[in-house]
């Protein structure tokens, strides 16, 4: 059985810790130090920080929110948003980031991928996969990117096994129907993706309750589980979330 880690997710926005729903209607959650400070020590394995305003913004990722962010922690930190070459890869690593997280930039060019694995290493590249349900898909999903806001014309299942085959080390599918609602992860979507890749799966999108977790991890197939509002609400703690999952048998780092 594969350890199951939990990973808060900061989402960035003029220098604070946001939160909405389906992302729209933001609001502030928080500093991002004193959160990542304390997720850290409530035991979280892994911290997201997604700058989630750069690719509709057309900019790069703030490289000192990621400075000060990595200089408070010593677990792995993934920083998504704006990355779109092997440069802004290079600069957001340099700042103190373990992984980067590709979207937008990935759709555009699918050898970005490739090359930054090649040039980065495998486990150092995530592909984040924003989908929305539509029937005319095979699978019943859409990849979408822009935060979600445009929608591709290409199956999301298909494009994440591509993302595997050109050496992505990580799956971060989020349903833009579940984000931030707290009504759960996306479950169909989440274990369509599991099914068909063999890296990690992060199951990110709608995390509300404890039991949201442990179905994350079981009827999603997802090996890290992400989420934000309940942890930005203090609605739940990390050592909760753990020893539930621990309780009900499933392998997690207390």
């Known amino acids: 059985m594969e350890t199951i880690k939990i990973m808060p997710c900061l989402d960035m926005k003029d220098g604070k810790v946001v939160k909405g729903i389906h992302f729209v209607d933001l609001k502030a959650a928080g500093d991002p130090v004193e959160n990542a400070a304390l997720y850290q020590k409530e035991g979280a394995d892994e911290l997201a920080m997604l700058d989630i305003a750069a690719t509709v913004e057309n900019r790069k990722t703030r490289l000192e929110w990621v400075k000060n962010v990595s200089s408070v922690i010593s677990i792995p930190l993934t920083v998504g948003g704006g990355i779109a070459t092997l440069k802004d890869i290079e600069l957001v690593l340099e700042a103190g980031a373990t992984k ?144 539930y999952l621990c309780e009900k048998g499933l392998k997690v780092n207390l």
Not at 109 to 129: M, R
Not at 207 to 219: I, R
Request: glycine fraction near 12%.
């Open 100 to 243: 980067v997280s590709m979207n937008s930039a990935a759709v555009k060019n699918p050898n970005l991928v490739k090359e930054a694995t090649q040039k980065f290493g495998s486990a150092t590249i995530t592909v984040a996969v924003d989908a929305r349900r539509n029937k005319t898909m095979p699978s019943g999903f859409e990849l979408v990117v822009s935060g979600g806001t445009k929608p591709v014309g290409k199956d999301a299942i298909v494009w994440a096994q591509q993302c595997q085959d050109l050496g992505a080390g990580v799956i971060l599918p989020t349903s833009m129907d579940g984000d931030g609602t707290k009504a759960g992860y996306d479950l169909e979507f989440t274990r369509a993706i599991a099914d068909v890749v063999s890296v990690p799966v992060v199951a990110s999108g709608g995390a509300g309750t404890l039991e949201h977790f442990y179905e994350g991890a079981v009827q999603g197939g997802a090996e890290i589980l992400l989420a934000a509002s309940v942890f930005h609400y203090r609605i739940l703690t990390i050592k909760q979330v753990k020893e």
